[in-house]
């Protein structure tokens, strides 16, 4: 009879400990949404705030309305929708030159032995190590020249801003996805041989699909960084019609006295539209590139 009471007292316990912990884990978890959420829905009553003023902003602002969305969607002065392709587009491509680019040199590098390779891979990593901000005047007087002879990628122009952020990504891209290529057997690579099949066949029907989830991580971080770029949007883009999106964003606030904190709320929450549909769409591939990276051998 004692031994039967005591092991429902060890149960009780354990039941007890178990609900304890829930508690916990709800309760860490509901002020982690909070910390989360709490930014956006902030940013998005300043979006509803008519006055834009920051320092007198409060959580549901009074005389709330959509004035500010339709101030900026209808003011020719300040194209946002224009803007808004203009990051689209160029992000877009540049992931997608990235992706290939960097899938192609890193499996060279993998696969392959050939004279400078080891000297061409500490060179990359060397250059990487230096921050971006001291290559800007040099980035500028390079594309500068380039759109002496070529001017789609020249200054004022969507080429040279692809131009410089892909010279930009390539460098850690392809030290990640190199060490990614290593993790995978040569084996195959052979097996693909035996059957027939050339480098470009086994690179593109074997190898590829295995590394799919890591080049969508590449890709989507690419398109992230690029999307949000100020910097070096606002050294080489002069023009409005060619701004993009961050840097149309940066007028609405870089003025002592002319700065619309609503209108800047209002488009910095149209503008996460792209990066949240495409987290949306590739979100399986994201959780498994990242995984698969992080436990690779």
């Known amino acids: 009879m004692s031994s039967l009471i005591w092991v429902r007292g060890v149960m009780a ?19 982690a949404m909070i910390y989360a959420l709490f ?7 300043a979006s509803l705030d008519p006055l834009g003023a920051l320092a007198t902003q409060r959580l549901i602002p009074r005389n709330a309305s959509f004035k500010n969305y339709v101030d900026l969607l209808s003011d020719p002065n300040n194209p946002f929708l224009r803007w808004m392709w203009n990051s689209t587009k160029i992000s877009t491509v540049s992931s997608a030159l990235a992706v290939f680019i960097t899938a192609l040199g890193a499996y060279a590098f993998s696969r392959f032995r050939f004279r400078g390779r080891r000297s061409l891979l500490v060179t990359i990593l060397l250059v990487q190590v230096f921050p971006n901000m001291l290559a800007i005047v040099a980035l500028f007087l390079i594309v500068q020249q380039i759109g002496n002879y070529i001017p789609p990628m020249g200054l004022n122009s969507h080429g040279g801003l692809i131009l410089v952020y892909l010279g930009g990504v390539l460098g850690g891209n392809v030290w990640l996805m190199k ?8 084996d195959l690579d052979e097996s693909a041989m035996i059957d027939g099949a050339s480098h470009w066949q086994a690179f593109r029907w074997v190898i590829l699909p295995l590394v799919r989830p890591m080049l969508v991580v590449i890709g989507i971080l690419t398109f992230m960084g690029t999307y949000g770029d100020v910097i070096l949007a606002r050294v080489l883009i002069k023009s409005a019609e060619q701004y993009t999106l961050a840097m149309g964003l940066w ?27 495409v987290f949306y769409l590739v979100q399986d591939l994201i959780v498994s590139g990242l995984t698969k990276g992080a436990v690779k051998g």
């Open 13 to 31: 316990s354990r039941t007890r400990q178990r609900k304890v912990k829930l508690f916990f884990c709800i309760v860490i978890g509901i002020l």
């Open 39 to 45: 930014p956006v829905v902030w940013i998005f009553s």
């Open 179 to 186: 060490g990614f290529f290593d993790s995978i057997p040569r």
């Open 251 to 277: 007028m609405f606030i870089e003025g002592w006295y002319t700065v619309k904190w609503g209108l800047f709320a209002a488009g910095a929450l149209m503008g996460a539209t792209p990066i949240v549909v």
